[in-house]
T-cell receptor
Framework: AQSVAQPEDQVNVAEGNPLTVKCTYSVSGNPYLFWYVQYPNRGLQFLLK??????LVKGSYGFEAEFNKSQTSFHLKKPSALVSDSALYFC????????????FGTGTRLQVTL | DGGITQSPKYLFRKEGQNVTLSCEQNLNHDAMYWYRQDPGQGLRLIYY???????QKGDIAEGYSVSREKKESFPLTVTSAQKNPTAFYLCATADRDTEAFFGQGTRLTVV
């Protein structure tokens, strides 16, 4: 069974500092990996994805993520955090073999302070 | 205006009632999904469908039912067998190599 782990319920960072939100996954085949952000009472907004190719993926709003196959990780990063980045972040995985089932992690709340 | 439309935005259910949440898409995506979101538990997959007239149970399908009679529509019925239905429900669509696109959600409350 495929799964996603986000080990941190909350990450706190000061504005201007780099941020990392961690994600590890488990699938039987090759993964498609995704990061989403959610603001209160809204649906999820797509940030970036890894399908194939370069392990470093760049996405919206200055976010990037690095696919590490040996560690089965896909951590989300940003060089300089903004207060407006404060939100709930979700990592998700889809097994290319099973094509459709899309599994999410439990989410990590990012709090950026001045 | 392309996208995914979930309705209603807010829904109230009495004990013992069935209610149906609507999800319509005009993105021409094959796959559609229903997720339930509770505080601190992330998104849990209820049902998903890869093609018309076919769907699979997700991780928490008990007390829910779906249909996929048209590519554009994937309604979710919350039955009286679902004992704790109060939650935020999200519908999503995707194609094989794309990210999932989400609707704005329906907040269901039992009164």
């Amino acid at each position: 069974a495929q799964s996603v782990a986000q080990p941190e319920d909350q990450v706190n960072v000061a504005e201007g500092n780099p941020l990392t939100v961690k994600c590890t996954y488990s699938v039987s085949g090759n993964p498609y990996l995704f990061w989403y952000v959610q603001y209160p009472n809204r649906g999820l907004q797509f940030l970036l994805k890894y399908i194939t190719g370069d392990n470093l993926v760049k996405g919206s709003y200055g976010f990037e993520a690095e696919f590490n196959k040996s560690q089965t990780s896909f951590h989300l990063k940003k060089p300089s955090a903004l207060v407006s980045d404060s939100a709930l972040y979700f990592c998700a995985v889809r097994d290319t073999g099973t094509a459709s089932k899309l599994t999410f992690g439990t989410g990590t709340r990012l709090q950026v302070t001045l | 205006d392309g996208g995914i439309t979930q309705s209603p935005k807010y829904l109230f259910r009495k004990e013992g009632q069935n209610v149906t949440l609507s999800c319509e898409q005009n993105l021409n995506h094959d796959a559609m999904y229903w997720y339930r979101q509770d505080p601190g538990q992330g998104l849990r997959l209820i049902y998903y469908s890869q093609i018309v007239n076919d769907f699979q149970k997700g991780d928490i399908a008990e007390g829910y039912s779906v249909s996929r009679e048209k590519k554009e529509s994937f309604p979710l019925t919350v039955t009286s067998a679902q004992k704790n239905p109060t939650a935020f429900y999200l519908c999503a669509t995707a194609d094989r190599d794309t990210e999932a696109f989400f609707g704005q959600g329906t907040r269901l409350t039992v009164v």
